[in-house]
């Protein structure tokens, strides 16, 4: 079937009678809608697939180009809108939007919404469910359902400490109120950064705040990607790259450098992996894109390369110099939609050349225009990564008993390192011997999960895959189940199996996770 650029709408063409003509403010359009039922943005969860099991839940994911899948709108970052909104839902149950959320609002089935600030429309949300709240600081609390509401706060009680880091370095938030919301596991995302109210999925409550780095990165948005947008989707780098670089920012501020340093690195190590995939004309920060739906196409290269083009930038400049160019740009920008070229343009005479000699546009545009990463890249290293992926090789060669590992020692990130780095050759009785000590086929840490059961995949490690097929039942985020399934599907036996294991868990799962894994799975017949 030909299909003309699928996932893009239609136009609403709204004719005015001839010669009609009223002065600009006076004019108002009303217009009348309902959505359907397979409306992108929209996911309609039973009961089952709640973590209470007892009501529906509801919530939208308007990112990248889906918000008009349920608002008629002008559906693109470059245009900005506030809005009021009057949500009717069954009388039990609580309704959310990216707007002024009332933590004392009472449970009526009528809720009214205000978003004074003006948002693009990939930034418009909504969520029902039986979710109550717990405040976690000042301006800070957490929705969630009461299942794991205690979890979920305990979890991110440092995120007012967070807000107060972000405002120290680059200046007043400009929202409110900043809140989290807890979402059923099927959300497909790690987080989405929602202005007042940013979407988390589940699977970054680790019981240890390990992960708590996905709340420094939403909460990082409200500056980078909310305040200032990308202009196009093109320009995602802006948003994404340089969210990824405050998160790492607020994560050094509150839990050391060691820490964040662990952090990056293993994020320039998932952009060297994903140089090998994504094909030269997209590894450019600022492409020409190429497809019709913005979702597919860099991979999250977008995110490490932009991170580490910036890590570069503060490595040249000085760090405090670096802080007050951002601080300076964002408020330059703010609720604006800028492109690659006016950040160039910005960057250039706002520092480049304030302090001439340090960094040049030319090498900018280098990031910016070409693929791969440039000789001038500054490239993290963390001793303790690197130290734990050296553990994986003299264990595996016998060098070290795996009783001796110093696994006390280690964080969540190096234990990750350490997994990552386990050589092709194990035998079978090894990642027996593994799994067993270190109980990893167990862990509760979704990261740590993700990193063995690619590995078992890969491996043909049978033994793990009970455990595999609970884990790609339990979680529904891409990032997650993806590379697990991608691992299964190209070990040359259990192509079949994976088909199989994905029928079983995808009524789990959102759209968007069923659209990036499907592809990987198809018989290459097919
Ligand atoms: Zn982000």
């Not at 003006?118 to 301006?139: K, W």
């Not at 497809?291 to 083009?309: N, S, W």
């Not at 706002?350 to 090498?363: D, M």
């Not at 050759?425 to 067993?436: G, N, T, V």
């Amino acid at each position: 079937m030909w299909r003309s650029r699928p996932g893009q709408g239609e136009a609403i063409r709204i004719h005015l009678p001839d010669g009609y003509s009223v002065p600009r403010s006076e004019f108002l359009v009303k217009i009348e809608y309902q959505t359907g039922p397979d409306a992108s943005a929209l996911m309609w969860l039973p009961p089952e697939l709640t973590a209470g099991g007892k009501y529906p839940f509801l919530f939208t994911q308007s990112q990248s180009i889906h918000a008009r899948s349920w608002v008629p709108l002008q559906d693109t970052p470059g245009v900005r809108f506030t809005y009021e909104a009057r949500i009717h839902t069954p009388p039990q149950l609580l309704a959310l939007m990216s707007a002024d959320n009332d933590p004392l609002a009472v449970r009526s089935g009528e809720y009214h919404f205000s978003m004074p600030q003006p948002i693009p429309s990939y930034l418009l949300a909504l969520a029902v469910g039986n979710v109550f709240f717990e405040p976690i600081g000042e301006d800070t609390c957490v929705y969630a359902e009461p299942e794991i509401l205690q979890d979920a706060a305990w979890e991110f009680g440092d995120t007012q400490a967070m807000l107060d880091a972000a405002e120290a370095l680059y200046g007043p938030y400009q929202w409110g109120r900043y809140d989290l919301l807890i979402l059923p596991p099927s959300f497909p995302y790690g987080g989405m950064e929602n202005p007042r109210l940013s979407f988390i999925t589940p699977s970054v409550i680790a019981g240890d705040r390990s992960l708590v780095s996905m709340i420094a990165h939403e909460l990082a948005h409200s500056w980078s990607g909310n305040l200032v947008s990308n202009a196009t989707w093109r320009d995602i780098w802006l948003n994404e790259g340089t969210t990824s670089y405050l998160d790492a920012r607020l994560m050094e501020e509150l839990y050391g450098k060691e820490r964040a340093d662990e952090e990056r690195l293993l994020t320039y190590q998932g952009l060297l992996e994903g140089l090998e995939t994504v094909p030269a004309e997209m590894q450019h920060l600022a492409p020409v894109f190429q497809f019709a739906d913005p979702d597919v196409g860099q991979d999250g290269l977008e995110y490490a390369k932009g991170q580490l083009m910036l890590e570069t930038l503060e490595a040249a400049f000085g760090r405090d110099t670096f802080d007050e160019y951002l601080a300076g740009y964002f408020e330059h920008f703010r609720f604006q939609a800028i492109t690659s070229e006016q950040f160039l343009d910005y960057i250039d005479s706002a520092l480049l050349q304030k302090f001439p000699g340090r960094y040049s546009r030319a090498q900018i545009e280098q990031w910016l225009y070409q693929p791969g990463i440039p000789e001038s890249a500054v490239v993290p290293a963390s001793r303790s990564l690197e130290d734990a992926a050296a553990m994986a090789i003299a264990w595996s060669s016998g060098e070290r008993p795996v009783d001796e590992l110093p696994v006390e020692q280690w964080s969540p990130q190096a234990l990750v390192a350490f997994i990552k780095a386990l050589p092709a050759d194990l035998k079978e009785d090894q990642l027996a011997e593994l799994d067993q000590t270190l109980g990893l086929s167990a862990a509760q840490n979704s990261e740590i999960a993700r990193a063995w059961f690619i590995q078992t995949a890969a491996r043909q490690y049978r033994p793990a895959y009970d455990e595999m097929r609970s884990y790609l039942n339990r979680y529904g985020r891409t990032r997650l189940v993806k590379p697990v399934y991608q691992a299964l599907a190209d070990n040359g036996e259990d192509r079949a199996l994976a088909q199989s294991l994905f029928e079983e868990a995808r009524v789990g799962y959102h759209p968007l996770t069923i659209a990036a894994i499907s592809p990987l799975l198809q018989d290459a017949s097919e």
